[in-house]
């Protein structure tokens, strides 16, 4: 077994292998504080037959044990990755992909497993080291070591590796991960912060990083295995020239047609008229279409490098057209479209109660989710067909990028006390739909009446890059995007950033190339927000007519029983005799919700007639529990019980109680008095004496 450790942050980085998981690859243990995780590498040692891409698989899995826990529901055990497992998986597939030989087609799994966890650090950035460390100590070509951190900010100071409570108070909570060459991957949600301010705080984890890349490389060095002698995918050179000799004017026209659609179906007709010249050449099918592939991309780029324009005729900071909707359906709580080119979001709002919030069960503790952003991209927005599940892993990590662009500004649960589910479907894809539904979002939510605290719009750029020369490329197309270096998505307000993306295909970027895409990014967003903010500039007034209304009234904390009853049975009678929902909090706010104005009026009534003082002089509805010789006892309000004393009852003599009321009569009582030992005098009497009085009074004024 070798150990290696470092100071890294408040903890030490412990790296650990040939203790565990032996038969894997590679494999690595990373301590950090009392949070452990497990990471390994394995590579088929077959390629599959037919496969013409890179299958890397990485897993990552948070066991409940971890925390000293055992799992909720019925099977007591792990069930499907959650969304955080899914997210972090994301992390770490994002900056080791691009890093594997080019042409490589064995099958590469990575699996961190989290052994132990402190509640306070979070094993992610460990997950991101030990996949690093894992492939670089494997006998799996891989070509670089990555380093990985997490940067927070509080009182104005940097913070490397924050804890869970500081992220809480946290104005950035930025992930970084990068190899020697420069950043390869940015995951990062912040406070409206500045361009400046976001790059200090790359800076400030770059810095960090450097320890890491040296204590890495120290270690594979004493402990690495022989790379294995692996297949790669056959470059054929001639295959490539001679499509390129035949086909170039053709592509030329093709990428200048101005719609996907039309583009693809030209591409698949020149596909099969290379079939036909080439297969009786001895070439094979897949192999023609492979080479026209590599012969797109690098016309697509040396096009905009040699031209210095892009393929659609925009220069290079350019917007594509965009076109803003909201209010697009009749009974919904609040809708927009937003369309920016060939790309479009329908972004849904509905509003709901506390009865509604997502439980999230997760390593450092359950909470609850008053706002979740789901995004859908059906086949159909790509012109294609495949099957309908469950939401995959980019769908997920596009809708929590979404999310967390616009949790910055959303309202708290005291301002606004509803539970709010934007949900985005992609209508069309052509470039960015993650940036469009961010601005879909913000729009959809505005047209809601939620009182969002600004409008956020989002951007994404690429990047061509060749040897020294790289070109920044605003708004880009599914073209650019795919066959260009790098896809960054910029999301914010007016005031600053508030989510980034980054991802590269290529081993990394400096800091200033950075910093000049982050300042490009700016610029389009304003433009963005500008045409947002056209549609509709602020929040309704008003939430939706079919939303339900939430009415807040404040009681005692002492009386939060009284109003829950034993066994709840005072709140369940509440909400099945008025069909509201009522959301009761520890500090005595209660929150009535009903799209029915009447029935939440009912339950307000009822809900202060069990927790309000009993008053003097107010006219109770109460329930007779006991008869008794000289009265009757009756439950009013809170539970509270009074005596109508015999000479009470009535306005008339009464000699027999029984004959005036029955235990389980409810009648109308007034409160006359409440002595020093707490117990109620009531009155029926003076309730029907009160409703004469004012009767005759009312005829008295209508003969005048």
């Known amino acids: 077994m070798e150990i290696t450790k470092i100071k890294y942050g408040k903890n030490e980085l412990i790296l650990e292998t040939g203790k565990l998981a032996k038969q894997a690859n590679g494999a690595v243990v990373v301590h950090y504080g009392g949070t452990v995780v497990l990471v390994t590498a394995c590579m088929s040692a077959e390629i599959k037959e037919g496969i013409d891409f890179f299958p890397l698989i990485v897993e990552y899995q948070e066991k409940t044990y971890a925390a000293g826990r055992i799992p909720g529901g019925f099977f007591k055990r792990e069930g499907r990755p959650s969304e955080n497992e899914i997210l972090s998986a994301r992390l770490i597939d994002r900056p080791i992909r691009p890093l594997f030989p080019s042409g490589m087609l064995n099958e590469v799994q990575i699996m961190a497993i989290v052994l132990s966890s402190d509640g306070e650090n979070d094993p992610d950035i460990l997950a991101v080291i030990g996949a690093s460390t894992a492939l670089c100590l494997s006998d799996i070509p891989f070509s ?299 729009l959809s939510l505005m047209d809601a009446g939620v009182p969002i605290r600004d409008a956020v719009g989002g951007i994404a750029l690429g990047l061509i890059k060749e040897e020294e020369e790289a070109i920044l490329l605003t708004d880009i197309n599914g073209l650019e995007d795919h066959f260009g270096d790098m896809d960054l998505k910029v999301a914010g307000s007016k005031d600053g950033i508030i989510a980034v993306q980054l ?111 009993i008053e003097i002089g107010r006219v109770y509805t109460g329930k007779i529990k006991r008869i008794m010789p000289f009265g009757a006892i009756c439950q009013i309000g809170t539970g509270k019980e009074g005596l109508i004393h015999i000479s009470e009852l009535a306005d008339h003599f009464v000699k027999d109680v029984e004959r005036e009321v029955r235990i389980g009569d409810e009648v109308k009582v007034k409160v006359i008095g409440v002595d020093q030992l707490g117990r109620i005098n009531l009155s029926r009497k003076q309730v029907k004496q009160d409703k004469e009085k004012n009767t005759t009074c009312s005829k008295d004024e209508l003969t005048k």
């Open 503 to 613: 991802d590269l295909k290529i081993n990394g970027i400096s800091i200033d190339l950075l910093k000049s895409a982050l300042n490009q990014a700016r610029e389009a967003r304003f433009i963005v927000l500008e045409k947002m903010l056209k549609t509709i500039a602020k929040p309704r007034p008003e939430i939706a007519e079919f939303a339900p209304h939430i009415e807040i009234l404040k009681i005692d904390s002492d009386k939060i029983g009284d109003l829950i009853g034993p066994s709840g049975k005072n709140i369940k009678k509440i909400i099945n005799a008025t069909g509201v929902t009522v959301d009761i909090q520890d500090d005595g706010r209660v929150l009535v919700g009903s799209t029915d104005a009447t029935a939440s009026q009912n339950a307000i009534a009822m809900i202060k007639e069990l927790t309000e003082d």
């Open 144 to 442: 670089s070591v990555v380093a990985a951190c997490r940067v927070g900010c509080l009182d104005g100071k940097f913070i490397l590796n924050p804890t869970y409570a500081e992220l809480e108070k946290s104005k950035i909570d930025l992930v970084i991960a990068a190899t020697k060459s420069g950043i390869v991957m940015l995951e990062g949600k912040c406070n409206e912060v500045s361009e400046e301010d976001f790059i200090s705080a790359i800076e400030f984890g770059w810095k960090s990083l450097q320890d890491i890349f040296n204590m890495q490389e120290e270690f594979i060095c004493k402990n690495a295995k022989p790379k294995k002698q692996v297949n790669y995918k056959k470059v054929n050179t001639d295959l490539q020239k001679q499509i390129y000799e035949l086909a170039q004017m053709r592509l030329k026209d093709i990428f200048l047609l101005g719609k996907k659609e039309e583009r693809e179906e030209a591409i698949g007709l020149l596909s099969k008229e290379l079939e036909e010249k080439l297969v009786p050449m001895g070439f094979d099918t897949l192999e023609i279409k492979a080479a026209l592939v590599e012969v797109e991309r690098r016309f697509v780029r040396s096009f905009i490098l040699q031209e210095k324009k892009r393929l659609d005729g925009r220069s290079f900071n350019e917007i594509r057209p965009i076109v803003c909707e909201v209010g697009v359906l009749p009974r919904t709580h609040g809708s927009s479209l937003f369309t920016r080119g060939q790309t479009q979001s329908l972004c849904v709002t509905t509003l709901g109660t506390g009865e509604d919030e997502q439980l999230i069960e997760a390593l450092e503790g359950e909470r609850y989710k008053s706002f979740m952003l789901h995004y859908s991209f059906p086949p159909f927005s790509v012109g294609e067909t495949a099957p309908v599940r469950g939401p995959g892993r980019r769908e997920i990590g596009h809708g929590a990028l979404a999310e967390k662009a616009l949790s910055c500004v959303m309202p708290s649960k005291e301002e606004f006390p509803y539970t709010v589910r934007v949900v985005s479907e992609i209508l069309e894809s052509n470039g960015s739909s993650s940036m469009a539904t961010v601005c879909a979002a913000s």
